[in-house]
């Protein structure tokens, strides 16, 4: 009998659709087995889905996916999502009770006013999460586990909304299985993961920096202060650098490998060749990286306004995470036009995770920080049947993580060398092509020009040295 549980995590996002599957021993520690992604292209618009069945069957895909890393006699069955988008943000709402003077205010009942406000009917949206913010009893605040008797009992809460399209059109992606278990704002699990309890209490602003969207999260005194969604991402930069005339691929790798958000030192204006044999000029490409990121920079430090909160008063900092965080010099940026130190996210040191997970957790903020919000079994696990004798087959065997993944590799890196040698073809091909080409034109040029003054003296010369060798021969 299996002594730990299967949890499965899927994040939807604009570019990708992330997953991963692991373990959780009875003492909390969580072992990775794998995580895989499917690339998406235009089918999830800010976090909602335009495109189902696209996103349907990459779910699809993914979940088999999942499914090869724990072998044959084992199914996923259920699923943690993770939603985001430019709708999501924080709401306050206060819950005031009166009772019998001398109640105990137990957090069962604390548990039924966060559910009741769950279920509390907002025009055009959902409530995905009830975060408690502040608790008095009497006008004393209540501290973690302690139960406080009083006659009155009020509850700030931060409800976490979103329109309500966006759960339902990612709903719809998992009408063939498996089911959905719960939907997780990713600005939370994300938040757990990356912060730890000091950051919170000390106060810090988390800015997740994502395809399409930013999200900003504030946390003082260990509580949710501020939430909200910046409809601007690193695809908005790569959309201005394919303004350049390079293709999107083209632009997002010009992006990662030579974008900066910040000029260091002195710029010379090169030439950048792409892979497809594209070329851009290297100023062109820093002032449309530059003008975005600097646009995106602003918006997140007029949020220090929007939430009304001292800069100051965030003893941690800043803590930068998302794909679009990894553009060189941010950190550097954000620290000179917040004001404030600025780091970049990393799973935290107190979270229980295996040693070769822990190594790539840095990359996996997002998707690690699903998993662990996920609580019940996600896998079904089927009985062997005996087969009668003469008629059994070779048992199927589980697929060896370890195994399926150096297989991976080994596709992944012919795969690569094979575009390259293709790409050096056809390299070699298009500068033999300009050579004749050249070739031709020069020939054509001196034929319908005819030979000058020298030319001529150079045939002259020629004849005479062939006649004379003509003699030679016949002597």
């Known amino acids: 009998m299996d002594t730990e549980r299967y949890i499965v995590a899927v994040e939807i996002g604009s570019s990708k659709i992330t997953g991963a599957i692991g373990t959780r021993s009875l003492k909390g520690v969580v072992t990775v087995l794998g995580v895989d992604t499917e690339p998406l292209n235009g089918s999830v618009k800010r976090g909602i889905v335009v495109n189902p069945d696209e996103v349907s069957s990459k779910i699809k895909r ?17 699923v943690y999502v993770g939603i985001g988008g430019q709708s999501l943000h924080a709401e306050d709402h206060m819950i005031s009770r009166d009772y019998p003077e001398g109640t ?26 009830v975060v408690p913010a502040e ?36 709903a719809r992606c998992f009408s063939g299985g498996p089911s959905v278990a719960r939907y997780i704002p990713t600005p939370l699990s994300t938040a757990y993961v990356a912060l730890s309890n000091e950051d919170r209490q000390a106060g810090v602003m988390l800015v997740d920096f994502g395809a399409e969207t930013t999200t900003v999260s504030i946390y003082k ?17 790569t959309r201005d ?23 260091m030192g002195e710029e010379s204006n090169i030439t950048l060749r792409g892979e497809s044999l594209s070329e851009i000029k290297s100023l062109d490409l820093s002032k449309v990286v530059k003008a975005r990121i600097e646009e995106i920079v602003a918006n997140v430090n007029a949020h220090f306004d929007y939430a009304k909160c001292d800069r100051n008063s965030l003893a941690a900092g800043m803590v930068i995470v998302g794909g679009a965080s990894k553009l060189s010099n941010l950190a550097e940026l954000l ?24 190594s790539k957790s840095a990359d996996y903020l997002e998707i690690l920080g699903l998993l662990y919000c996920v609580k019940e079994n996600c896998v079904e696990t089927f009985a062997q049947v005996m087969e009668e004798p003469g008629e059994a087959e070779e048992p199927v065997k589980p697929v060896d993580p370890k195994e399926k993944k150096a297989q991976e590799k080994e596709e992944q890196e ?4 094979e575009e390259k040698e ?12 300009e050579r004749e080409r050249k070739e031709k034109e020069r020939e054509e040029k001196e034929k319908a020009k005819g030979p000058g003054l020298f030319g001529k003296l150079k045939d002259m010369v020629k004849k005479a040295e062939t006649l004379l060798d003509d003699e030679n021969d016949n002597f």
């Open 414 to 417: 012919r795969r690569k060398r």
């Open 221 to 237: 005194d260990g509580l949710l202060r501020y939430l909200s969604t910046i409809p601007l991402g690193g695809y908005n930069i």
């Open 422 to 433: 293709r790409r050096k073809r056809e390299a070699e091909e298009a500068k033999q092509k």
């Open 335 to 358: 620290a000179e036009k917040c004001d404030i130190k600025v780091r970049k996210g990393a799973l935290r040191q107190d979270m229980l995770l295996d040693v070769a997970s822990q």
């Open 104 to 129: 105990p205010i137990t957090d069962d009942i604390i548990r039924h006013l966060q559910d009741e406000a769950r279920e509390m009917p907002i025009a055009g949206a959902d409530v995905l999460e």
């Open 241 to 263: 650098i394919m303004s350049l005339k390079v293709t999107a691929p083209e632009a997002e790798s010009f992006k990662v490998r030579l974008g900066s958000a910040k000029v």
């Open 135 to 170: 608790i008095l009893v009497d006008d004393r605040p209540k501290v973690g586990r302690e139960e406080l008797k009083g006659s009155n009992l009020k509850i700030s809460l931060k409800l976490i909304v979103a329109r309500d399209d966006l759960k339902k059109s990612a």
């Open 62 to 78: 993914l979940v088999r996916k999942l499914n090869n890393r724990i072998g044959a006699s084992k199914k996923i069955k259920q």
